[in-house]
């Protein structure tokens, strides 16, 4: 069993930044891969980004390079999400999520083993 607490989320105005949380605790020893998520209002869920637990090597869903940073510290069993340059049409919420498979089916599939209860973001014109 692996247990995510997100943290970070917030209101924040557009062209502005916020650093999203992601702490693991429980089997840690069992993740392949780390990866974000989000959910707007009245949308299908986008996978955003995932790490590999192994070397660290990322992955980012279409669309999603560029503005958005993912990094962990393994050591603290943290996964980050960097997020610049925010628009409306980021307001969601932010869900972390683990696999015990690589992040390329993690980021395909979604069929992620664990999942957070997320944190809203919120996203002002």
């Known amino acids: 069993q692996v247990h995510l607490v997100e943290s970070g989320g917030g209101l924040v105005q557009a062209g502005g930044s916020l650093r999203l949380s992601c702490a693991a605790s429980?089997?840690?020893?069992?993740?392949?891969?780390m990866g974000w998520f989000r959910q707007a209002p009245g949308k299908e869920r986008e996978a955003i980004s995932c790490?590999?637990?192994?070397?660290?090597?990322?992955y980012y869903g279409d669309g999603m390079r560029g503005r958005f940073t993912i990094s962990m510290d393994k050591a603290k069993n943290m996964v980050y999400l960097q997020m610049n340059t925010l628009e409306p049409e980021d307001t969601a919420v932010y869900y972390c999520?683990?696999?015990?498979?690589?992040?390329?089916?993690?980021?395909?599939?979604?069929?992620?083993?664990?999942w957070g209860k997320g944190t809203p973001v919120t996203v002002s014109s």
């Open positions: 790490i590999a637990g192994s070397d660290g090597a990322t």
């Open positions: 999520a683990v696999d015990g498979l690589g992040c390329i089916a993690s980021l395909r599939t979604q069929q992620m083993d664990y």
């Open positions: 429980g089997r840690t020893d069992r993740i392949v891969a």
